[in-house]
């Protein structure tokens, strides 16, 4: 069945410095592909989330790449603040078809 | 709070009971979720429902069941049938033929077996 995985499963750096979460899919009919970020005790949120047609997508500090090819897509966060701890999942969708979820990277950044 | 709520927050059940949690939005989305959050794991699907009186078995369906007898109600049995029930768990809510699954997330229902 269809399959996201996602690495790593933690990741600590130091403010300031970047951080890189990858994920790879199974499906290849998936053409969506948003992140999530869960922090401490809260809900998970959508931050950025890009569509097949698309090969990145930047936000601020955050940006998504995505290679069809290869099944794979990143996400990049620069600058990383201390407000930027949390959980990040990453999840892949066909249109208007059911996410499937990475295991989640917790991402700790230190002052 | 995001249009989305769960209850209870937190729940204990005793071995061999049947419990069930609530999830109710005021979102007018069509579709809603149930996922399982455990440590290391994700957010795996149980039960998603993309209309009234329709619903699918996801990923982890087995000792779970549900209903959606209305549009903005979509209520988790976790049965003695499941096997590990202590989890987190996550409900949540889309517009069903958006063409993207934007997830609206509930705050959660922590329930712990004794």
Same mark, same amino acid.
């Given at each position: 069945?269809e399959?996201?995985?996602? =690495?790593?499963?933690?990741?600590?750096?130091?403010e300031?410095?970047?951080?890189?979460?990858?994920?790879?899919?199974?499906?290849?009919?998936?053409?969506?592909?948003?992140?999530?970020?869960?922090?401490?005790?809260?809900?998970?949120?959508?931050?950025?989330?890009?569509?097949?047609?698309?090969?990145?997508?930047?936000?601020?500090?955050?940006?998504?790449?995505?290679?069809?090819?290869?099944?794979?897509?990143?996400? =990049?966060?620069?600058?990383?603040?201390?407000?930027?701890?949390?959980?990040?999942?990453?999840?892949?969708?066909?249109?208007?078809?059911?996410?499937?979820?990475g295991?989640?990277?917790?991402?700790?950044?230190k002052? | 709070?995001?249009?989305?709520?769960?209850? /209870?927050?937190?729940?204990?059940r005793?071995? *061999?009971?049947?419990?069930?949690?609530?999830?109710?939005?005021?979102?007018?989305?069509?579709?809603?979720?149930?996922?399982?959050?455990? /440590?290391?794991?994700?957010?795996?699907?149980?039960?998603?429902?993309?209309?009234?009186?329709?619903?699918?078995?996801?990923?982890?369906?087995?000792?779970?069941?549900?209903?959606?007898?209305?549009?903005?109600?979509? /209520?988790?049995?976790?049965?003695?049938?499941?096997?590990? /029930?202590?989890?987190?768990?996550?409900?949540?809510?889309?517009?069903y *033929?958006? *063409?993207?699954?934007?997830?609206?997330? *509930?705050?959660?229902?922590?329930?712990?077996?004794?």
């Open positions: 069945g399959n996201v995985e996602q =690495h790593p499963s933690t990741l600590s750096v130091q300031g410095d970047s951080a890189v979460i990858k994920c790879t899919y199974s499906d290849s009919a998936s053409n969506y592909f948003p992140w999530y970020k869960q922090e401490l005790g809260k809900r998970p949120q959508l931050i950025i989330d890009i569509r097949s047609n698309v090969g990145e997508k930047k936000d601020q500090r955050i940006a998504v790449t995505l290679n069809k090819t290869a099944k794979h897509f990143s996400l =990049h966060i620069t600058e990383t603040q201390p407000e930027d701890s949390a959980v990040y999942f990453c999840a892949a969708s066909r249109e208007g078809g059911k996410l499937i979820f295991q989640g990277t917790e991402l700790s950044v002052p | 709070d995001g249009g989305i709520t769960q209850s /209870p927050k937190y729940l204990f005793k071995e *061999g009971q049947n419990v069930t949690l609530s999830c109710e939005q005021n979102l007018n989305h069509d579709a809603m979720y149930w996922y399982r959050q455990d /440590p290391g794991q994700g957010l795996r699907l149980i039960y998603y429902s993309q209309i009234v009186n329709d619903f699918q078995k996801g990923d982890i369906a087995e000792g779970y069941s549900v209903s959606r007898e209305k549009k903005e109600s979509f /209520p988790l049995t976790v049965t003695s049938a499941q096997k590990n /029930p202590t989890a987190f768990y996550l409900c949540a809510s889309s517009i *033929g958006a *063409g993207a699954n934007v997830l609206t997330f *509930g705050a959660g229902s922590r329930l712990t077996v004794l």
